[in-house]
């Protein structure tokens, strides 16, 4: 399989990344190639393998539900582009 | 041609848990903005997730309650999209291995019982609240709610009308309530659904194009934007056209769902096994464990409603309705000396009309179950008739006091002293001569008129049982 210029720039639309044209190309030259690496898994012999959902055999730890949060808004804020009584800013977003 | 409606629920329910799914967050609602966002909450680098069990508790707890499989191992996974009330530009929700699975609930419309299926209930975090108001160029965003738990439940597309939705919908609640994992607070959002709504040729086994109506939050709006939305859609086949599967958003003002995106730009998630997460596991003792500490819930509730009070089954279920109602209703009986049936008479009837005209919440009645059982008394130990009882019922109502003192006030209390209402009789008999004479001669339907006359010169205290008796003997 490989990776079109299409692809590509469906990819880069959904990441919210500016690709250029000549980018476009580049990406899909190198992404197949990656691509072309990991199918050479596709030879393997997977019959009786459970899917792996994490790599490490641990379970998730759990967490006694209870209040630990102090509120740091201050500090955070000062380190925000833009904040007002208390509210982050962005650009204004209409669905 | 005759349409069918198909519908299919998605219920977004908070959870109620102290703090968040993933940090140690307050989830208190209405706080200062961004008072309990933590780093986790707005997503700084470098910070990771740790699960809340009461979370998972939570959620085990609605499995079992709707008869579901309960998997010990789920997975969470990342659901990404851009938004700015999502601070990693990533969801963490489950997706291919969620903690419920195919459950089932029953419900009744029109007095016909019908289980509809539970595809599945899993865990997410909610995301924060963008603020549009007060702005101009910009966007407000409060990331006080991004990580509060939600379960989200899908339902099979069982349902086949507006009417069958809204029961489905109240059911949940009630369960989520009875349960006490959710407080199941509309207004606040803690409660929410979308609708997946199509319709087919009645008789056709194909499933219609869906469209999807988005965060409805009251059960009067999923009946409207439901029946609305059906209208649309047989409007569009009618006139030759083809229904487009896209978003819709309902408009309350207006009563109409409008298109918020199409398929065309329709979102690409790419879901994927979250890395921060391993798998959940849950033990079959700590399931066992859950299913021990749940509830009565309300179909055993109602059994032993009938069976314990001897209510019948209409009265039983509108009693179980709701957790509130129950207990409501339990410590009215304790307060009235365990009359439950005239207990149930008069919340199922007065209380819920006055409730419901008023547009109370039952826990917010002015009567309070001490009060409707000391009322109840009063009736029963003849202080007051049944039809006196619904004039105090309206003053305890408006002045939250209590039934002795409203009678003591207005002078209620019903007259049994039999010299007294004997004078009332004869003066009745006195100024309707004409009547009584036409009941002695044998015109049996005026006896009804001489008894409303007494009645009205007592001003309704007179004991009926006690009128009927003394104008009976002085009319033979």
Same mark, same amino acid.
């Given at each position: 399989?490989?990776?079109?210029? +299409?692809?590509?720039?469906? *990819?880069?639309?959904?990441?919210?990344?500016? #690709?250029?044209?000549? @980018?476009? +190309?580049?990406?899909?030259?190198?992404?197949?190639?990656? *691509?072309?690496? #990991?199918?050479?898994?596709?030879?393997?012999?997977?019959?009786? #393998?459970?899917?792996?959902?994490?790599? /490490?055999?641990?379970?998730?730890?759990?967490?006694?539900?209870?209040?630990?949060?102090?509120? /740091?808004?201050?500090?955070?804020? +000062?380190?925000?582009?833009?904040?007002?009584?208390?509210?982050?800013?962005?650009?204004? #977003?209409? @669905? | 041609?005759?349409?069918?409606?198909?519908?299919?629920?998605?219920?977004?329910?908070?959870?109620?848990?102290?703090?968040?799914?993933?940090? =140690?967050?307050?989830?208190?609602?209405?706080?200062?903005?961004?008072?309990?966002?933590?780093?986790?909450?707005?997503?700084?680098?470098?910070?990771?997730?740790?699960?809340?069990?009461?979370?998972? !508790?939570?959620?085990?707890?609605?499995?079992?309650?709707?008869?579901?499989?309960?998997?010990?191992?789920?997975?969470?996974? !990342?659901?990404?999209?851009?938004?700015?009330?999502?601070?990693?530009?990533?969801?963490?929700?489950?997706?291919?291995?969620?903690?419920?699975?195919?459950?089932?609930?029953?419900?009744?419309?029109?007095?016909?019982?019908?289980?509809?299926?539970?595809?599945?209930?899993?865990?997410?975090?909610?995301?924060?609240?963008?603020?549009?108001?007060?702005?101009?160029?910009?966007?407000?965003?409060?990331?006080?709610?991004?990580?509060?738990?939600?379960?989200?439940?899908?339902?099979?597309?069982?349902? &086949?009308?507006?009417?069958?939705?809204?029961?489905?919908?109240?059911?949940?609640?009630?369960?989520? !309530?009875?349960?006490?994992?959710?407080?199941?607070?509309?207004?606040?959002?803690?409660?929410?659904?979308?609708?997946?709504?199509?319709?087919?040729?009645?008789?056709?086994?194909?499933?219609?194009?869906?469209?999807?109506?988005?965060?409805?939050?009251?059960?009067?709006?999923?009946?409207?934007?439901?029946?609305?939305?059906?209208?649309?859609?047989?409007?569009?086949?009618?006139?030759?056209?083809?229904?487009?599967?896209?978003? !819709?958003?309902?408009?309350?003002?207006?009563?109409?769902?409008?298109?918020?995106?199409?398929?065309?730009?329709?979102?690409?998630?790419?879901?994927?096994?979250?890395?921060?997460?391993?798998?959940?596991?849950?033990?079959?003792?700590?399931?066992?464990?859950?299913?021990?500490?749940?509830?009565?819930?309300?179909?055993?509730?109602?059994?032993?409603?009938?069976?314990?009070?001897?209510?019948?089954?209409?009265?039983?279920?509108?009693?179980?309705?709701? &957790?509130?109602?129950?207990?409501?209703?339990?410590?009215?009986?304790?307060?009235?000396?365990?009359?439950?049936?005239?207990?149930?008479?008069?919340?199922?009837?007065?209380?819920?009309?006055?409730?419901?005209?008023?547009?109370?919440?039952?826990?917010?009645?002015?009567?309070?179950?001490?009060?409707?059982?000391?009322?109840?008394?009063?009736?029963?130990?003849?202080?007051?008739?049944?039809?006196? =009882?619904?004039?105090?019922?309206?003053?305890?109502?408006?002045?939250?006091?209590?039934?002795?003192?409203?009678?003591?006030?207005?002078?209620?209390?019903?007259?049994?002293?039999?010299?007294?209402?004997?004078?009332?009789?004869?003066?009745?008999?006195?100024?309707?001569?004409?009547?009584?004479?036409?009941?002695?001669?044998?015109?049996?339907?005026?006896?009804?008129?001489?008894?409303?006359?007494?009645?009205?010169?007592?001003?309704?205290?007179?004991?009926?049982?006690?009128?009927?008796?003394?104008?009976?003997?002085?009319?033979?």
């Amino acid at each position: 399989m490989s990776v079109t210029e +299409k692809d590509v720039r469906y *990819v880069a639309n959904l990441a919210r990344l500016s #690709v250029s044209d000549d @980018e476009v +190309k580049f990406y899909a030259d190198n992404l197949s190639r990656i *691509v072309a690496l #990991v199918e050479q898994m596709n030879d393997a012999q997977t019959d009786n #393998v459970e899917p792996l959902s994490h790599p /490490q055999d641990a379970p998730l730890r759990l967490r006694e539900d209870r209040v630990t949060e102090v509120d /740091q808004r201050d500090d955070f804020q +000062k380190v925000a582009p833009a904040a007002s009584d208390g509210l982050y800013l962005v650009p204004k #977003v209409i @669905e | 041609m005759e349409w069918e409606t198909v519908i299919g629920l998605e219920i977004h329910c908070q959870l109620a848990t102290d703090s968040k799914i993933f940090s =140690g967050s307050s989830t208190a609602f209405g706080s200062e903005p961004n008072s309990q966002a933590s780093a986790v909450d707005i997503a700084l680098p470098g910070v990771l997730p740790v699960m809340n069990l009461d979370a998972a !508790r939570m959620a085990v707890k609605f499995g079992l309650a709707v008869d579901a499989t309960i998997n010990e191992r789920s997975v969470f996974a !990342r659901k990404n999209y851009f938004y700015p009330d999502l601070p990693k530009g990533y969801q963490i929700s489950q997706f291919e291995e969620p903690i419920v699975t195919e459950g089932r609930l029953s419900i009744t419309v029109d007095d016909k019982d019908k289980v509809i299926g539970i595809t599945r209930a899993h865990l997410e975090e909610d995301a924060g609240k963008s603020l549009h108001e007060g702005f101009v160029d910009e966007t407000g965003i409060d990331l006080n709610r991004a990580g509060t738990p939600l379960i989200e439940i899908v339902s099979e597309p069982d349902m &086949r009308s507006a009417a069958e939705a809204v029961a489905y919908m109240r059911k949940i609640h009630a369960l989520v !309530r009875y349960l006490e994992i959710s407080d199941g607070n509309m207004q606040e959002g803690s409660f929410r659904c979308d609708a997946n709504v199509s319709i087919r040729p009645k008789g056709e086994k194909e499933l219609g194009t869906r469209a999807e109506i988005k965060n409805i939050n009251s059960f009067r709006f999923v009946e409207k934007a439901i029946n609305h939305e059906v209208e649309r859609q047989i409007d569009i086949l009618e006139d030759g056209g083809e229904v487009v599967q896209e978003t !819709r958003l309902y408009d309350a003002n207006k009563d109409e769902t409008r298109s918020m995106r199409s398929k065309e730009d329709a979102h690409d998630y790419r879901y994927f096994p979250d890395p921060d997460l391993p798998p959940m596991i849950l033990s079959k003792e700590f399931i066992e464990e859950v299913k021990e500490s749940l509830p009565e819930l309300p179909e055993a509730k109602r059994e032993r409603f009938m069976e314990q009070y001897e209510l019948d089954e209409k009265d039983a279920a509108a009693l179980t309705a709701t &957790r509130e109602t129950a207990a409501y209703f339990e410590k009215t009986v304790e307060a009235c000396n365990g009359d439950a049936k005239t207990s149930a008479n008069w919340i199922n009837g007065e209380l819920a009309s006055y409730l419901n005209r008023n547009n109370v919440e039952l826990e917010d009645s002015p009567v309070n179950p001490k009060a409707l059982g000391g009322l109840i008394e009063r009736i029963n130990d003849k202080t007051i008739s049944n039809k006196i =009882g619904k004039t105090v019922f309206e003053s305890m109502w408006k002045n939250g006091s209590s039934a002795d003192d409203v009678i003591e006030q207005q002078g209620l209390k019903q007259i049994t002293d039999s010299g007294a209402i004997e004078k009332i009789v004869d003066d009745v008999l006195a100024s309707n001569a004409d009547q009584a004479q036409q009941y002695r001669d044998g015109n049996e339907k005026v006896f009804g008129f001489l008894v409303g006359q007494v009645m009205q010169a007592s001003k309704g205290k007179a004991n009926p049982a006690q009128v009927n008796e003394l104008l009976k003997a002085k009319l033979s």
